[in-house]
């Protein structure tokens, strides 16, 4: 199996509990150790969005991929400077 595939598994895995919130996730990437995803729903616009995107799905997918470095929102609703 892939990294790739191995992402999209844990994301596979998370994704009942985000969208049991109101919520989803989309893988986008996985580029330069970096694994871009887009959430959305609820998550998208969600105050805890920080900490669920470093304190769960991160850990999760490097405790599965321990290559990976860091796991960015690409979700339209971030501001763009």
Do not use: N
């Given at each position: 199996m892939t990294d790739t595939e191995k992402i999209i598994n844990v994301i596979d895995k998370l994704r009942p509990f985000l969208i049991n919130d109101g919520g989803n996730i989309e893988f986008v990437k996985y580029e330069n150790n970096i694994v871009y995803i887009k959430m959305m729903g609820a998550c998208a616009d969600c105050m805890m969005l920080d900490y669920t995107l470093k304190e769960g799905i991160e850990m999760a997918i490097?405790?599965?991929?321990?290559?990976v470095i860091e796991v960015v929102n690409i979700s339209n609703s971030q501001p763009t400077y």
């Open positions: 490097k405790d599965e991929v321990p290559s």
